[in-house]
């Protein structure tokens, strides 16, 4: 543990506590990308499937639970809950994510960490992560109005990738010496996506306009 993860997991888990807030609250969830959230529960399903095989510390366990499970109930609101899924922008959620799931997933095969299947399903997560937020920008370029929660859910989500960069470089000069081919490109790749979005959002911050993007 170190300043950097301990920061980029404290940033994830805001952002998720944005979202649920704004779902909650507001009863909607408009300008959220349901494929995206279904991708993140893939996502962490998959990654911390082996929470009860092997022994991990009380923080990580509980971060592990905690990521699953508010998944999951972010899901249910968007697809099951009466008056929020009401309010799910379907129309303009189109990007096709299952041919990201399965180049994923074959890449998982293909080029895994280790050949077993806990190991194949972790790497799947990884390349999952790394391209999950696609929907969720290609919806928020096609809409009109993006609301405070909103743009802040995505800006924490992509704060908590820049720190988790920081939390590699640290690591790789005072512990591990050793280059994770897989996790760093993948997460170079994730941080990347953001840039459009954070150069957007902190000049409508700096100027107090409404956010948008270009199309």
Known sequence: MNVFRLAGDMTHLLSIVVLLLKIRTTKSCAGISLKTQEM??????????DLFIRNYSLYNSLMKLIFI???????????????????????????????????????????????????????FSIYLEAVAI?????????????????????????????????????????????????????GLLQTTLYADFFYYYIKSWQKHEELKLPA
């Open 40 to 49: 993140y529960v893939l996502v962490f399903v998959t990654r911390y499937i």
């Open 69 to 123: 499970g508010t998944s999951i109930a972010i899901f249910w609101y968007m697809r099951y809950h009466n008056v929020v899924k009401q309010t799910y922008n379907k129309n303009q959620d189109t990007f096709k994510h299952y041919y990201l799931i399965f180049g994923c997933f074959l890449m998982a095969i293909l080029v895994p960490h280790e050949f077993s299947v806990i190991e194949i399903l972790w790497t």
């Open 134 to 186: 696609l929907p969720q920008l290609v919806l928020l370029q096609r809409s009109s109005n993006i609301d405070n929660l909103t743009g802040k859910y995505v800006f924490l989500l992509g704060t908590y990738r820049v720190m988790y960069l920081f939390n590699w470089v640290y690591r790789f000069f005072t512990e591990i010496h050793k280059i994770r081919w897989i996790p760093w490109l993948s």
